[in-house]
T-cell receptor
């Protein structure tokens, strides 16, 4: 089992550009959540995808968008990059629990630097 | 939305001592409370979790307690070891899984 994988590992972009980050969930998981982790802070919830639809969204602007494919993999797109978008972007996968609040497994993250 | 506060932000203990990290949450509908350990440059790793129908859960040297009335939960690490040094995050989520994290606690275990 490969676990959660993300690509690329590192990325450097210029302010105003657009970026796409990719995530493959753990085998058997159908839900993907994206988080932004600034240096020295906790992960901030961006949004969650389930059945190819955005199910929940955190307090992030519309410049942040995503997509989930039929194989459950997911993309995070960020338009009009700002310097403040520099962070570690984490993807986490899970399988819905009837008990609520499913255990999430994190990928290694993509380190985005905006210059 | 949910707001999770975590204390302390840094914690230094001697090897063999216990460490306690506390979190409070605001959304009474939250029902799942995981704790993650993140080492420098690595992904967060789940170390223990608890659901709202349980008051305490233990796994070897790690335990978590939950007080739903007061809306706070705590991580307890006993017999700390240098390899326990890391940043620990608490989190809270509801049925819809929008997990909200605390700001983290940097734990240092001195040999």
């Amino acid at each position: 089992d490969a676990g959660v994988t993300q690509s690329p590992t590192h990325l450097i972009k210029t302010r105003g550009q657009q970026v796409t980050l990719r995530c493959s969930p753990k085998s058997g998981h159908d839900t993907v959540s994206w988080y932004q982790q600034a240096l020295g802070q906790g992960p901030q919830f961006i949004f969650q995808y389930y059945e190819e639809e955005e199910r929940q969204r955190g307090n992030f602007p519309d410049r942040f968008s995503g997509h989930q494919f039929p194989n459950y993999s997911s993309e995070l797109n960020v338009n009009a990059l700002l310097l403040g978008d520099s962070a570690l972007y984490l993807c986490a996968s899970s399988f819905p629990s009837v008990l609520g609040g499913a255990e999430q497994y994190f990928g290694p993250g993509t380190r985005l630097t905006v210059t | 939305g949910e707001n999770v506060e975590q204390h302390p932000s840094t914690l230094s203990v001697q090897e063999g001592d216990s460490a306690v990290i506390k979190c409070t949450y605001s959304d009474s509908a939250s029902n799942y409370f995981p704790w993650y350990k993140q080492e420098l440059g690595k992904r967060p790793q789940l170390i223990i979790d608890i659901r709202s129908n349980v008051g305490e859960k233990k796994d070897q040297r790690i335990a978590v307690t939950l007080n739903k009335t007061a809306k706070h939960f705590s991580l307890h690490i006993t017999e700390t070891q240098p390899e326990d040094s890391a940043v620990y995050f608490c989190a809270a989520s509801r049925y819809n899984n929008d997990m909200r994290f605390g700001a983290g606690t940097r734990l240092t275990v001195k040999p």
